[in-house]
């Protein structure tokens, strides 16, 4: 259940289904009706209901659930964006099983109820809303702000379902109800924001139809990587847990490195070495506890500190310094063939030279962590990556031309793999939005790789904790109080 569809993989599972013997009525049928569940859930029967239907198959659930609700004693009008008899296939059948009034939209009318339900579009919109759609759209938009609740079929009408995108316009829902499974633009942004509370309703299609689809997009839960999570056995100690490395930058930008290391020591890593010039060792070694502290100054410094086996994943970048000594850097750890973590300095250091850094990381393991600018600036010389719409496809396509795991931060965070796996993340609270919180959750990643932990499952973890650890810190959470609060999220993880 882990899968998210985009519209056109949704379109090949309908199609799959239908051929195996299900008419395509009864699936609009099942949808319709988990609709109008879902609007009985939270109001009484009697409530007044506006359902605005499109032309489309969005709109045939619609007028399911026009006729659902009526059965339970619901007071409903149905608006019809168009000519009825634009109105085909399924669609038309269940237009024809509703034998109430059909009105044509009614802009000025829409908001006098007590629930709207917008069945105007679905996940498969391709084009911008605009002309009496348009207007449909705002006059739904209208009621919701004076207080109307506003119940989504599929998707909110005017959010591309694959980017997440609003096509000109797009309606503000409080719930959504959509079917099998998400979609991209559920959880992608701005589409995660017009959404609401989303539900997912079982109408029939198989698990092994959706695995039919090839679909290699997932949403970030516990579920996709919890098999590979590094869980410590009774007899295990430290050295069995890895040996995490965190490269420091000069003596007075230390606090990135303390944040990470301590991230790392928290998510599970047995130890946690800083690695530091020696004017910042005094700094370090006044603030750490159990992160020790080495001298290694620059690329000779660290390969010889390197020479220890036991030493087995690093993060570079965190206020380390931008420049070539940061390069050079990078390449000597890459070159010991340990398993890497990439943030910040280390990929801003590297700016319009995606494919040297490639090259260069062959060795090596990576995960990549940039945010948007930084991912802006990493492959400046790549339109064909940077200009790809779909924050997924973007990510995937730096995977696929860098051969690492690749983590694109943000409200929406994206991990993809080289082999095409890609996850998106929907639990970060805006609280996240804070100084040092990205340098966390590079240490949390790191500690999770230290411990054998593959990249795309550390990564697509670390992510996960972190938002879940944002959500229980709480309003006004600073980065310090994200490893703190950690040890109550992976409790929740232990095997029962």
């Given at each position: 259940m882990h899968e998210v569809l985009t519209p056109s993989e949704m379109g090949e599972a309908d199609r799959l289904t239908i051929a195996s013997g299900t008419p395509g009525i009864t699936l609009m049928e099942r949808a319709g009706r988990a609709v109008?569940?879902?609007?009985?859930?939270?109001?009484?029967?009697?409530?007044?209901?506006?359902?605005?239907?499109?032309?489309?198959n969005n709109g045939g659930d619609g007028f399911v659930a026009a006729r659902a609700l009526a059965e339970r004693g619901c007071v409903v009008r149905v608006m019809l964006l168009g000519d009825p008899g634009a109105v085909t296939g399924d669609a038309a059948n269940a237009l024809k099983r509703w034998h109430g009034e059909l009105e044509p939209v009614d802009a000025t009318a829409i908001g006098k109820s007590g629930a709207i339900i917008d069945a105007l579009f679905g996940a498969g919109l391709k084009r911008p809303i605009e002309g009496a759609a348009a207007e449909a759209v705002a006059a739904i938009n209208r009621a919701s702000e004076a207080g109307v609740p506003v119940l989504a079929v599929d998707l909110p009408s005017g959010i591309d379902g694959a980017t997440g995108e609003v096509r000109g316009t797009a309606v503000k829902a409080n719930k959504t109800v959509t079917f099998c499974r998400k979609k991209p633009g559920h959880m992608l942004l701005p589409g995660r924001m017009y959404s609401g509370d989303v539900s997912v309703a079982d109408i029939g299609i198989s698990d092994a139809m959706v695995a039919q689809t090839g679909s290699k997009t997932f949403e970030n839960v516990p579920g996709l990587w919890l098999a590979a999570f590094p869980q410590p056995k009774l007899d295990s100690h430290k050295y069995d847990r890895g040996h995490a490395v965190v490269v420091s930058g000069p003596m007075h930008m230390t606090g990135a490195t303390r944040l990470a290391a301590r991230a790392a020591l928290r998510a599970g890593a047995?130890?946690?070495?800083?690695?530091?010039?020696?004017?910042?060792?005094?700094?370090?070694?006044?603030?750490?506890?159990?992160?020790?502290?080495?001298?290694?100054?620059?690329?000779?410094?660290?390969?010889?500190?390197?020479?220890?086996?036991?030493?087995?994943?690093?993060?570079?970048?965190?206020?380390?310094g931008v420049g070539p000594a940061t390069q050079k850097?990078?390449?000597?750890?890459?070159?010991?063939?340990?398993?890497?973590?990439?943030?910040?300095?280390?990929?801003?250091?590297?700016?319009?030279?995606?494919?040297?850094?490639?090259?260069?990381?062959?060795?090596?393991?990576?995960?990549?962590?940039?945010h948007e600018g930084e991912f802006v600036r990493l492959f400046r010389r790549e339109p064909e990556i940077t200009g790809i719409p779909s924050k997924i496809e973007k990510v995937r396509a730096a995977a696929k031309a860098m051969d690492q795991v690749v983590l694109l931060k943000g409200a929406d965070t994206v991990v993809a793999a080289p082999d095409g796996r890609a996850a998106i993340a929907a639990n970060a609270p805006p609280w996240l939005a804070t100084a040092g919180a990205g340098d966390v959750l590079s240490g949390f990643i790191l500690g999770l790789i230290a411990q054998g932990m593959p990249g795309f499952e550390a990564a697509c973890a670390g992510v996960w904790l972190h938002g879940e650890c944002g959500k229980l810190a709480g309003c006004g959470l600073i980065s310090e109080d994200l490893p703190e609060v950690l040890p109550n999220v992976l409790q929740r993880l232990k095997p029962s």
């Open positions: 109008a569940e879902a609007i009985l859930t939270g109001h009484p029967a009697g409530t007044p209901v506006t359902v605005v239907c499109g032309p489309g047995g130890l946690v070495t800083v690695a530091a010039a020696k004017d910042a060792l005094p700094v370090l070694a006044a603030s750490l506890t159990a992160v020790m502290v080495r001298q290694a100054a620059g690329p000779a410094g660290l390969s010889a500190l390197l020479k220890d086996k036991r030493m087995n994943a690093l993060l570079l970048g965190p206020a380390q850097t990078v390449l000597a750890a890459a070159k010991a063939k340990r398993s890497l973590v990439l943030d910040a300095d280390a990929l801003t250091s590297f700016t319009g030279q995606s494919k040297a850094l490639g090259k260069g990381l062959k060795p090596a393991a990576a995960v990549l962590t940039p």
